[in-house]
């Protein structure tokens, strides 16, 4: 089957850093995505993984490891509105659909 | 990028009834994908829309529950019918564009409410 899990929700302070981990199970890989989507809206693409390393872009940078089946999420510098939920997404093989695991829900407090 | 206008962003149904959703794209795009996203929760893909031929459905989710027509390369409409409390949710619509990476951009997203 297909399973992808995140933490359900974290929290962390204003500046800090946070990473926020997903572990996958699927029939094959294609590609792992991440996702920020504020409360009422609909989800923003962050970054796109397929090959094994650290992708950075900004304040937010995504790792994968294909061999582990694991990737994280690591935001630096962190700010209010950075407070949403972090959707990871694996695109199994020889497939153009996402499956999403649960996301998590990130507070960030002053 | 793309630029998707999904319509209408809410609405209150009653029971029995039925509601289409319809989306719209500012490019041509082979694949159209219709999500769920039930409260406080992740995206579960209903199903593939393509041009020109029927939609594939995930497990779970049926044709004559959430017909899907697919007219042109730029136009997709999602039908949830027969309306039940359950259906209550958030629906969106998805198209994949390569940016470099391969995005997915959303529609921001039909809110209904069954009642």
């Known amino acids: 089957g297909q399973n992808i899990d995140q933490p359900t929700e974290m929290t962390a302070t204003e500046g800090a850093i946070v990473q926020i981990n997903c572990t996958y199970q699927t029939s094959g890989f294609n590609g792992l995505f991440w996702y920020q989507q504020h409360a009422g809206e609909a989800p923003t693409f962050l970054s796109y993984n397929v090959l094994d390393g650290l992708e950075e872009k900004g304040r937010f940078s995504s790792f994968l490891s294909r061999s582990k089946g694991y990737s994280y999420l690591l935001l630096k510098e962190l700010q209010m509105k950075d407070s949403a939920s972090y959707l990871c997404a694996v695109r199994p093989h020889n497939t153009d659909k996402l499956i999403f695991g649960t996301g998590t829900r990130l507070q960030v407090f002053p | 990028s793309a630029v998707i206008s999904q319509k209408p962003s809410r609405d209150i149904c009653q029971r029995g009834t039925s509601l289409t959703i319809q989306c719209q794209v500012d490019?041509?795009?082979?694949?159209m994908f219709w999500y769920r996203q039930q409260p406080g929760q992740s995206l579960t893909l209903i199903a593939t829309?393509?041009?020109?031929?029927?939609?594939?459905?995930e497990s779970g989710f049926v044709i004559d529950k959430f017909p899907i027509s697919r007219p042109n390369l730029t136009f997709s409409t999602l039908t949830v019918s027969n309306m039940s409390p359950e259906d209550s949710s958030i629906y969106l619509c998805?198209?994949?564009?390569?940016?470099?990476?391969?995005?997915?951009?959303f529609g921001q997203g039909t809110r209904l409410t069954v009642v």
């Open positions: 998805s198209v994949e564009v390569w940016t470099g990476d391969t995005e997915a951009f």
């Open positions: 829309a393509n041009q020109g031929s029927e939609a594939t459905y």
């Open positions: 490019s041509q795009v082979t694949m």
